[in-house]
């Protein structure tokens, strides 16, 4: 019979403790990597997750204007994300569980400075990434008119909603980047169905995610079509706070209360 230890390496049919353990371990990790890794990671991570708006893009400017139209285009939105999650890159909204349970459970100073650091470089990366994509996209000359016009729109829709309404569209998305996280170590051989299924829910959910939106905040910065003011003031900060209120506050702390007593008492 496999020992816990055993069951944990190998990813199988975990128990909500192990799959906890599995994470926290991941987490660990992560809060001690150079910061050289990170950044890089965190590039990285920024330009892949354009592929999501291009994905997008490009299924909306290929098909024709019916009612059915919006669930399928929203398939594109899953391509960013399948590149950055199955290429094990920083992308800072995973990051609002993985780095948070080594937190909650230690609950030390030393922690606390550790997930600041990561966070702090993994948003930035992936911000600076999502700047290389979305210049790439406005001015390369690789993309036609329509891919660039659909492009535009998208990005329009997704930097317009009020910041408050921005803000609570986030919290669903942080939830599911989130949940997707909590799966992944007990869905070896589906890992591409999951990844697929939840982003997917995010963008036909039209809810709102700091990183891939970067990409559409900076296109609208780059070609003029939104100011640098309402960029962060109406989008990126009321986004990013929904995306760690949900990924965070809501998930992560959830997740950890159902596993609490366990850990604790085997501590």
């Known amino acids: 019979m496999k020992s816990e230890e055993d069951a944990i390496r190998d990813a199988g049919r975990l128990s909500s403790r192990m799959i906890y353990e599995v994470i926290r371990r991941d987490g660990e ?22 592929f999501s708006v291009l994905g997008e893009a490009i299924l909306r400017s290929h098909m024709p204007e019916t009612s059915w139209r919006y669930l399928i285009e ?3 939105y899953s391509f960013g994300f399948l590149l950055v999650i199955l290429g094990r890159m920083q992308l800072f909204t995973e990051n609002t569980i993985t780095t948070v349970l080594p937190l909650v459970a230690r609950r030390d100073r030393e922690c606390l400075m550790l997930v600041l650091r990561l966070w702090l470089l993994v948003l930035a990366a992936n911000v600076i990434g999502a700047a290389a994509a979305a210049a790439f996209f406005a001015w390369s000359g690789a993309f036609s008119e329509a891919i660039l016009h659909t492009i535009g729109e998208l990005s329009i829709h997704a930097t317009g909603f009020p910041p408050g309404t921005a803000f609570l569209k986030a919290i669903p998305a942080g939830i599911l980047v989130a949940a997707i996280v909590w799966m992944m170590p007990a869905q070896q051989g ?27 905040m900076w296109f609208l910065l780059f070609t003029g079509g939104l100011a640098p003011g309402p960029a962060v003031l109406k989008f990126f900060l009321p986004v990013l706070a929904g995306n760690v209120a949900g990924g965070t ?9 159902q596993v609490r007593a366990e850990v604790e008492d085997g501590a």
């Open 29 to 50: 990790e992560e809060l001690h990597r150079p910061n050289a890794s990170l950044i890089w990671s965190g590039t990285a991570a920024g330009v892949l997750i354009s």
């Open 74 to 76: 929203n398939l594109g």
């Open 190 to 216: 589906n890992e591409v169905l999951v990844i697929l299924l939840f982003t997917w829910l995010i963008g036909a959910g039209d809810f709102t995610h700091i990183i891939a939106g970067s990409v559409e």
């Open 249 to 257: 506050a809501v998930f992560a702390l959830l997740a950890w209360g």
